[in-house]
Structure formats: C-alpha cells, structure tokens
C-alpha cells in the first residue's frame, strides 16, 4: 500500500526557475530520508469550466501560475518519519520560510490513501 502527500500552490512565474532549484534541492533531501517518489508539475492547462480550476484553488494572482506536486511513502507512519527527519536535516532546518520563492500562506497540502489502483 502506498501513501502520497500532495501540494497545490501558487508561484509567480518570474519565481520559477528559483522554484525549480529548491524543488531538485528538496527532492533530494526527502528522497535522502526515504521518499520513495517526488513529482513537480507546472501549470498547463488550467481553463476548465467543468469544475474548481486549480488557479482558483490556489488563489492565484495576475502573473502567477500553478505548481501541483506530489511525493509517495509506503504508508502514513513513513511519511511522518521522513518528513520529521527532513525537518531535522541540516539543509532544511534553518530555511527561511519568508525568502521561499512562492506564498506559503496560500499552499494547500495534504496526506491521501490509496481509494482506487488502475
């Protein structure tokens, strides 16, 4: 059985070269604590009508797009244990959560279990 951990959130495009590098950088030190899988998507295409566009999710503003991302675990107690160590990891505990290169404030986030395989 898998467990994922899912982030929507919003990044100004002039941001996301900078949102790239703290995103490789950051895969690597949760894959380091045992990730099994980190996934980051951009944007594409968000013009739905059929449903809550992610850009209205994530409150974006003008100039700003959408990053949606994902990480695996093997279940909930693993994704606690390597999220706790990667707040531990000297790389990440002294991070300036005021320099990120997108709004904190306005990131959804989340832990799911598997409902359906395909």
């Known amino acids: ?42 944007g594409d295409d968000l013009d739905v009508t059929y449903a809550v566009p992610f850009p209205k999710l994530a409150k974006i503003k ?27 990891d000297p790389l990440t505990s002294g991070m300036d959560m005021s320099k990120l290169p997108f709004d904190v404030k306005r990131m959804c986030m989340g832990g799911f279990k598997l409902l359906v395989a395909g």
């Open 1 to 42: 059985m898998r467990y994922i951990e899912a982030f929507v959130l919003p990044v100004p495009k002039k941001n996301l070269a900078a949102y790239q590098k703290l995103a490789r950088k950051t895969a690597k030190i949760f894959k380091k604590h045992g990730a099994l899988e980190v996934y980051e998507y951009v």
């Open 62 to 88: 003008k100039g700003e797009t959408v990053i949606f991302s994902w990480m695996v675990f093997k279940s909930k107690a693993h994704r606690d244990k390597v999220n706790a160590e990667f707040f531990k």
